[in-house]
């Protein structure tokens, strides 16, 4: 088949796109130009290492490399809505966002100008089929299983995705990179958001203007005001809030009121929820259910899942009513459900 490959510059793209072109398949490398130059005040244009890094791995695999502008709509759907979500009081997830509305979308997109079939990234996470429906399933590899920024994508995507990395580790992935001689196995993994340098999005955020970056007050569980704050978007459920407080207290961020522009703060056993609210569900191994079933729920990419009741309700959402209470349950994250490896969908945690 034509394939076209995601190739981000990693270690990770460019092995996917050696084992295809070794099964056979016309590689076609793609690479997403991403990041505006507004987003970042680094000396070097946002993303251009990644660009030559994927372009010298598609040489050495001896395969034709493109380059698709890709950083208005990136600036928009991406950046925009990570400004919009803390400014609210909620916490984002960047990548959930754009796996569906800009990467596999301009990927697919690419692959109908140029009459591939298929597309295919270095994500850890596996494919499968079942009555007519394409499943989405964890990676092999569990330290490294993607598929909770995949829990987005719908059916007509999915139906047309490849993962070669899905089945294998990413010890596998580093060895083929050093057989093959990729030379890319050096080459650091990055763990921030893409385009904030350092991971900084406090500096990043303070960059911009709005009621997120004004200052409020900062109170206990009763109300009363204990404390002041620099501004809502420095913070996330969960946080500690102790440099903001009189010396010596201990306290955590509760809740966010972008109303009042108040942060609520309280001690630790106090971040413990036993149910959330979560809007806006993509169903991927079934239809929308009517009736309530179990799963278990990961609530952030890290997050182990919890087993939970999931209780359908009207509009596309449901009620997650987890066995044991949750820890810091933040509005703004994804709640994702499984059924042992099947992802069964994924929506926004509301409240």
């Not at 083929?176 to 958001?193: C, W």
Request: with cysteine; hydrophobic share 40%.
């Amino acid at each position: 088949m034509k394939i076209i490959v995601g190739m981000s510059g990693g270690l990770d793209s460019a092995v996917a796109a050696l084992l295809l072109k070794e099964q056979g398949h016309e590689v076609i490398g793609v690479t997403l130009d991403l990041i505006p130059e507004t987003a970042s005040r680094a000396p070097a244009r946002p993303g251009e290492e990644g660009i030559d890094s994927a372009r010298q791995a598609a040489a050495r695999i001896g395969v034709p490399h493109r380059v698709i502008d890709a950083r208005e709509e990136f600036g928009k759907r991406v950046i925009g809505y990570f400004r919009k979500e803390y400014f609210s009081g909620r916490t984002p997830n960047p990548c959930v966002v754009c796996n569906p509305e800009i990467k596999f979308a301009f990927l697919l997109r690419c692959a109908d100008d140029l009459g591939a079939a298929m597309v295919a990234t270095g994500h850890y996470a596996r494919i499968g089929r079942e009555g007519g429906r394409t499943l989405l399933l964890r990676g092999a590899d569990r330290r490294k299983d993607q598929a909770y920024f995949l829990s987005r994508l719908p059916q007509n995507a999915l139906s047309r995705v490849i993962f070669p990395l899905g089945d294998r580790t990413k010890a596998e992935a580093r060895r083929i990179s050093v057989e093959r001689g990729l030379d890319l196995h050096e080459r650091p993994e990055s763990q921030d958001i893409c385009f904030i340098p350092g991971n900084d999005y406090r500096a990043f955020l303070a960059r911009s203007t709005g009621d997120g970056i004004a200052g409020g007050d900062i109170l206990d569980t009763r109300g009363a005001v204990i404390g002041r704050h620099p501004g809502i978007a420095q913070f996330t459920i969960g946080q500690r809030a102790g440099r903001w407080l009189p010396s010596g207290v201990r306290r955590y961020v509760l809740s966010i009121d972008p109303g009042r522009r108040a942060i609520t703060v309280g001690r630790g056993d106090e971040l413990l929820r036993g149910e959330c609210a979560v809007t806006d569900i993509n169903w991927i191994s079934r239809p929308a259910p009517a009736e309530p079933f179990r799963a278990l729920v990961k609530i952030r990419s890290a997050h182990p899942g919890a087993a939970a009741g999931i209780h359908p309700g009207p509009g596309g959402g449901a009620v997650v009513r987890f066995d044991e209470p949750q820890k810091a349950v933040t509005p703004g994250q994804a709640a994702v459900f499984y059924d042992g490896d099947v992802v069964v969908g994924g929506g926004w945690i509301e409240k």
